[in-house]
C-alpha cells in the first residue's frame, strides 16, 4: 500500500540532537498512523550549515518544495511558533490539509486517543 506524504512541522529549539530526537519521535507516529513522513529538521542539519545565510535559505526553499509535494501537513507538540504558522499558511494556499498530530492518532484509533505523545 501506497503510504501519503506528510510533512511534520514542530516548535524545533534547542539543539540539532534534541530536535532529531523528537522529529523521530513525531516521524514514528506519523509513519505508525499510516503516512510517509518528510521532516527535513531530521536531515537538513547533516549537510546545511544554518548559520550561513545562504545554507540557511536553501534549507528553507528545500523545505518548502518537499512541503508543496506533500499530501498533508502534520502539526505537532503544543507551541506554535512563527516558522510553523508559515507552514500553515503555505499548507493553506496550496490546499493541504493540516491537521494535528492527535489528529491523525485519533482517526487511526477510530475515536481512541492514545497517551504516548
Known amino acids: 500500500m501506497k503510504r501519503p506524504l506528510a510533512y511534520v512541522t514542530a516548535a524545533w529549539y534547542g539543539g540539532d ?5 523528537r522529529a523521530a519521535q513525531y516521524c514514528r507516529a506519523v509513519y505508525e498512523a499510516g503516512f510517509s513522513p518528510i521532516c527535513p529538521t531530521l536531515y537538513l542539519p547533516l549537510f546545511l550549515n544554518d548559520a550561513v545565510p545562504e545554507e540557511h535559505k ?3 526553499d528545500m523545505s518548502r518544495d518537499l512541503l508543496r509535494r506533500s499530501h498533508v501537513l502534520v502539526v505537532c507538540g503544543h507551541t506554535v ?3 510553523m504558522k508559515n507552514d500553515i499558511a503555505v499548507a493553506q494556499r496550496l490546499g493541504i490539509t493540516a491537521t ?5 492518532l485519533t482517526v487511526k484509533g477510530q475515536g481512541r486517543r492514545r497517551n504516548d505523545d
Do not use: D, H, P, V
Open 17 to 21: 540532537s534534541e530536535n532529531a530526537e
Open 81 to 83: 511558533t512563527e516558522a
Open 58 to 60: 536553501s534549507g528553507i
Open 100 to 104: 494535528t498530530l492527535e489528529g491523525i
